[in-house]
């Protein structure tokens, strides 16, 4: 008889995570995603509901896995995030990146600066330098060693969730975790 074990999250949440909710909540959900993926659309509509539920008892983290060979507006929207990170803007970025995830070239990504009062050429800049590119990286290298195979893939306290992204399936998770 063979004994599964889920893979578990290698690199620990810390100060250096995008944090949604209380440090010390008793269940943390973290989500390796890509902005141009359509089922981490999904997903992120669905932790978005279970957040608004949550009240104190969550808290959300968003790494970046760019999956630039199947999506190739990704690795420039997941850089973009990081810059808007640079400026306290990176949760703002993230809605915006799924909300519009049609609309990931370039052009667009600098309408999003401005609309959150970014300067888009400093983030052009910062596109054509890739001066954030070595963060997404060392995110995507952290997914990597915990066994992140595709997006989106969720960690709930640690451990990989291999189950469904749907509402109750992760309800049912997070109230196990808790």
Same mark, same amino acid.
């Given at each position: 008889? #063979?004994?599964?074990?889920?893979?578990?999250?290698?690199?620990?949440?810390?100060?250096?995570?995008?944090?949604?909710?209380?440090?010390?909540?008793?269940?943390?959900?973290?989500?390796?995603?890509?902005?141009?993926?359509?089922?981490?659309?999904?997903?992120?509509? @669905?932790?978005?509901?279970?957040? %608004?539920?949550?009240?104190?008892?969550?808290?959300?983290?968003?790494? $970046?896995?760019?999956?630039?060979?199947?999506?190739?507006?990704?690795?420039?929207?997941?850089?973009?995030?990081?810059?808007?990170? %640079?400026?306290?803007?990176?949760?703002?970025?993230?809605?915006?990146?799924?909300?519009?995830?049609?609309?990931?070239?370039?052009?667009?990504?600098?309408?999003?600066?401005?609309?959150?009062?970014? %300067?888009?050429?400093?983030?052009?800049?910062?596109?054509?330098?890739?001066?954030?590119?070595?963060?997404?990286?060392?995110?995507?290298?952290?997914?990597?060693?915990?066994?992140? $195979?595709?997006?989106?893939?969720?960690?709930? $306290?640690?451990?990989?969730?291999?189950?469904?992204?749907?509402?109750?399936?992760? #309800?049912?998770? @997070? %109230?196990?975790?808790?």
């Amino acid at each position: 008889m #063979r004994t599964y074990f889920a893979p578990r999250l290698v690199l620990p949440v810390s100060a250096r995570d995008h944090i949604r909710g209380p440090m010390t909540a008793p269940v943390t959900i973290v989500e390796y995603g890509d902005y141009e993926c359509p089922y981490c659309g999904t997903a992120s509509a @669905v932790l978005d509901k279970l957040r %608004s539920e949550s009240d104190d008892g969550v808290r959300f983290v968003f790494r $970046n896995f760019p999956l630039a060979e199947v999506h190739p507006h990704a690795q420039h929207a997941a850089e973009i995030a990081e810059a808007a990170a %640079s400026h306290d803007k990176f949760w703002e970025m993230h809605d915006m990146l799924f909300a519009h995830q049609d609309a990931l070239d370039d052009q667009h990504l600098a309408e999003y600066a401005i609309a959150l009062g970014l %300067s888009a050429g400093d983030l052009r800049g910062a596109l054509a330098k890739h001066a954030f590119a070595p963060r997404v990286h060392e995110d995507f290298l952290s997914g990597v060693r915990s066994g992140v $195979n595709g997006t989106p893939t969720l960690f709930i $306290n640690g451990v990989r969730h291999d189950g469904s992204f749907d509402l109750e399936t992760l #309800r049912d998770a @997070v %109230s196990k975790a808790a």
